[in-house]
């Protein structure tokens, strides 16, 4: 289908790690983003993999991409309270040079 | 650097009034996109400016929305006449060049349409 898939909640404990998952639509896409919504403010770029790569990491976050399952993962380690935002994948479509949105994860975070 | 500028803020209308969105892209940044996002959703393009030139419009509801983006640097996004289900934030975001160049996005304008 059309549509990025994202399960829209995950709670977990401050100094945990927390795993957002995505699937996507396009297995020829060349790039797959990761992008953070803070209440009431725009959206901001965390990190994006290129397709011809299986793992990034950035300080505490990890980017995991299977390619053959069309399967995008984002582990950001040792949790903090100001990471409660809701994080959107998104996937860029060569085919008509567009980016694809999920609906976006909220991210809860518990003391 | 400074990053996307978008005003205002917010706005409450009410339906069948019309309104107007401004967007400053980063310096320099040649693509222009507008995204709108409705509550609980991922944005949605609306259009897309390469300078000043539509690259895509295929999801703006042309007959009442419009936008232009005159010199190829601030682009306005107008709405007329408003309907209830336009009540949403809108996103402008540029990116440097190439369709494929990262979007980076500006704080959005929030729209609450009674």
């Known amino acids: 289908g059309e549509d990025v898939e994202q399960s829209l909640f995950l709670s977990v404990r401050e100094g945990d790690s927390s795993v957002i998952n995505c699937t996507y639509t396009?297995?020829?896409?060349?790039?797959l983003y990761w992008y953070k919504q803070e209440p009431g403010a725009g959206l901001q770029l965390l990190t994006y993999?290129?397709?011809n790569m299986d793992m990034k990491q950035d300080q505490r976050l990890t980017v995991l991409l299977n390619k053959k399952d069309k399967h995008l993962s984002l582990r950001i380690a040792d949790t903090q309270t100001g990471d409660s935002a809701i994080y959107f994948c998104?996937?860029?479509?060569?085919?008509?040079?567009?980016?694809?949105w999920g609906a976006g994860t909220k991210l809860i975070i518990k003391p | 650097e400074a990053g996307v500028a978008q005003s205002p803020r917010y706005k409450i209308i009410e339906k069948r009034q019309s309104v107007a969105f401004w967007c400053n892209p980063i310096?320099?940044?040649?693509?222009l996109y507008w995204y709108q996002q409705i509550l609980g959703q991922g944005p949605k393009l609306l259009i897309q400016?390469?300078?000043?030139?539509?690259?895509?419009d295929s999801q703006l509801p042309k007959d009442r929305f419009s936008a232009e983006r005159l010199k190829g640097v601030d682009s306005t996004l107008k709405i007329q006449p408003a309907k209830l289900e336009d009540s949403a934030v809108y996103l402008c975001?540029?990116?440097?060049?190439?369709?494929?160049?990262?979007?980076?996005f500006g704080p959005g304008t929030r729209l609450l349409v009674l």
């Open positions: 400016f390469q300078n000043n030139g539509v690259v895509d």
């Open positions: 998104a996937e860029y479509k060569d085919s008509n040079y567009q980016l694809i």
């Open positions: 975001a540029s990116s440097l060049g190439g369709i494929q160049e990262t979007q980076y």
């Open positions: 310096s320099g940044h040649a693509t």
């Open positions: 993999i290129f397709s």
């Open positions: 396009d297995s020829s896409s060349t790039y």
